[in-house]
């Protein structure tokens, strides 16, 4: 049985005390034990979202890191600088930062290999445009994408340290939600194609969410579906909206 887990990308939004203000006001609602529950605020709020989340069942994510230790890498965090803030989950590979930051798969596969090695969780995120959709490429471009951004993550690793999130980006902040049939199909290929990377063992137990314009009235149609373990949200998960989306069930 697979732990769902529901994690919050608040993206670029909250100012310090903006956060801290929506995290007290959401943490006291947010009481289960059978699924994981991840906020992913900015960087500059993580170390204040700690504080607030630590003595509870909440898990602090961050939404990107630098695969180097450490060095002259202007404006970037090290992995270590987000242990140091208590982290222990981080998005990687969102569509935003391949879209707007030029993150290759080369750049996110090492990344992933930077969170593997200090025993984060990675949460991996894969999806195909609009474009590719229609043309129907896009079992070609998940299945793509998760061959090199997995090249050279062992079995031990997948299991303990990747969860996969797909996000179709004509979904992401849009309004359009893929239907519980499209995000549950693609989740079945994705559990397929780790099936045939790896063995059907640690396909049937890795973590697979659904993000795309998730929100309280469609959260338990899409987490119902068989291989939907859990959800990314975006906008959502900036409002009172999250604590319903968590409480889905
Ligand atoms: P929205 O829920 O705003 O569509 O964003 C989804 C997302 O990108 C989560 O990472």
């Given amino acids: 049985m697979r732990k769902k887990i529901i994690a919050g990308n608040w993206k670029m939004n909250y100012t310090l005390s903006q956060a801290e203000e929506f995290v007290t006001s959401i943490v006291k609602q947010i009481n289960v034990d059978d699924i994981d529950v991840v906020l992913c605020p900015n960087f500059v709020s993580l170390d204040r979202v700690y504080d607030l989340i630590c003595q509870t069942n909440v898990k602090l994510g961050a939404q990107n890191v630098h695969y180097e230790d450490k060095g002259a890498y202007t404006g970037e965090t090290s992995i270590d600088m987000l242990i140091s803030a208590g982290v222990e989950y981080c998005i990687v590979g969102h569509s935003e930062r391949r879209q707007y930051f030029n993150e290759t798969d080369e750049i996110v596969n090492k990344k992933v290999k930077?969170?593997?090695?200090?025993?984060?969780?990675?949460?991996?995120?894969?999806?195909?445009?609009?474009?590719?959709?229609?043309?129907?490429?896009m079992f070609k471009v998940v299945e793509d994408q998760l061959v090199k951004d997995l090249k050279d993550i062992t079995k031990e690793q997948i299991k303990r340290n990747i969860i996969i999130a797909y996000e179709p980006i004509w979904a992401i902040g849009t309004g359009v939600t893929a239907t519980s049939m499209q995000a549950q199909e693609m989740c079945k290929f994705i559990r397929s194609t780790i099936a045939k990377m790896y063995n059907e063992n640690i396909a049937e137990n890795i973590r697979i969410q659904y993000g795309g314009s998730v929100k309280a009235s469609n959260a338990k149609e899409l987490l119902s579906m068989e291989d939907i373990d859990g959800a990314l949200v975006g906008g959502a998960s900036l409002t009172n909206d999250f604590v319903a989306i968590v409480n889905y069930d």
């Fill in 114 to 137: 930077k969170i593997i090695e200090k025993d984060l969780k990675a949460i991996l995120c894969v999806g195909e445009t609009l474009e590719q959709r229609n043309n129907n490429e």
